[in-house]
């Protein structure tokens, strides 16, 4: 283990093998760091949070059981990171899950294996991210956002809250909604979905109409 200088260590904090802490970094009451991960300088770890457990990976078999991947790689947090209460960060299946310099991360968020994280970007609480996705800088991502793995997220990109994020989004795009598709057009969708039981009466009693309306053509043609 190596600590730098005026690193503050908490009562029930647990640091395994080989891990590497910068100067001036705080690790709060019951954080757990996993061995060989890498943490830099000034970064605020707070209480209840795992750095470098494994991913959730699994192969099933031929019988339909799931049988465990080995996780062999590692977490590497760069400077003035801030990471909340409860924060879970998954260790590299192979290479390194990596959160970049300036990132601040809100209470109850998963990180998957392999997800890197772009300079300066905000996780609001309780955001999943898969494994392998990847954000790029100043990335905002709204409460309750899932994000698949897989794909990216360029830089500057926003996602509202309780969205879903399917697929690749471009610099500086905002979406929301469950998939997530541009911002403006949700809300129009959102606000035609509230006028759904509405607009459906106005539609039964149109089709009423037009089958009264035909009842009586075919009446008079009689």
Known sequence: MRLGERVTIHAGAVLGDNVEIGDDSVIHPNVTVYPNCRIGARVIIH??????????????DERGCHVKRPHVG??????DVEIGAGVCVDRAT??????????KIDNMVQIGHNVVVGENTLLVAQVGIAG?????????????????????????????????VTSALK???????????????????????????????????????????????NAAGQ
């Open 47 to 60: 209480g209840g949070a795992v750095i470098g457990s494994d991913g959730f990976g699994y192969a099933t």
């Open 74 to 79: 590692i977490v590497r947090i760069d400077d």
């Open 94 to 103: 192979f290479g390194t899950t990596w959160i970049k310099s300036g990132v």
């Open 132 to 164: 392998s996705a990847e954000l790029g800088r100043n990335v905002v991502i709204g409460g309750q956002v899932g994000v698949k793995g897989h794909i990216r997220l360029e830089d500057g990109a926003m996602v509202a809250a309780k969205s879903g």
């Open 171 to 217: 610099k500086g795009e905002v979406v929301a909604g469950i998939p997530a598709i541009p911002h403006r057009q949700w809300l129009k969708a959102s606000t035609i979905f509230a006028m759904l039981p509405k607009l459906y009466d106005e539609l039964r009693q149109l089709k009423k109409m037009v089958a009264e309306l035909a009842g009586k053509d």
